[in-house]
Nanobody, 123 residues
Framework: QVQLVESGGGSVQAGGSLRLSCAAS????????MGWFRQAPGKEREGVAT???????SYVNSAKGRFTISKDNAKNTLYLVMNSLKPEDTAIYYC?????????????????WGQGTQVTVSS
């Protein structure tokens, strides 16, 4: 059974940092595209970052230079380090997997989701 469990969310002040973790089970995360998404109140879910089997990463423009996606294959775990956080980063953050591909990751193709973890950034 595919399962994704996020942790590490919380409340921080603007300029602070958080590290989100996503423990994957039921599949080998290193073999597939993995990603982070977020959904702010009243807005649609948007892709934040992806990482493929070759550790090639991509980011939404608003995350470039501030967020870093990575993975630990031995732990089957995905991470998102978020620095210089802004109030507009406030959202529920979701871990996701695309079990149909391992490269050329596309935000639109992710089909497996975790339950989400809340990130709140105050000004």
């Amino acid at each position: 059974q595919v399962q994704l469990v996020e942790s590490g969310g919380g409340s921080v002040q603007a300029g602070g940092s958080l590290r989100l973790s996503c423990a994957a089970s039921g599949f080998t995360a290193s073999s597939y595209c993995m990603g982070w998404f977020r959904q702010a109140p009243g807005k649609e879910r948007e892709g934040v970052a992806t990482i493929d089997t070759g550790r090639i990463t991509s980011y939404v423009n608003s995350a470039k230079g501030r967020f870093t996606i990575s993975k630990d294959n031995a732990k089957n775990t995905l991470y998102l380090v978020m620095n210089s956080l802004k109030p507009e980063d406030t959202a529920i953050y979701y871990c996701a997997a695309d079990l149909a591909r391992g490269w050329r990751c596309l935000f639109s193709e992710f089909t497996n989701w975790g339950q989400g973890t809340q990130v709140t950034v105050s000004s």
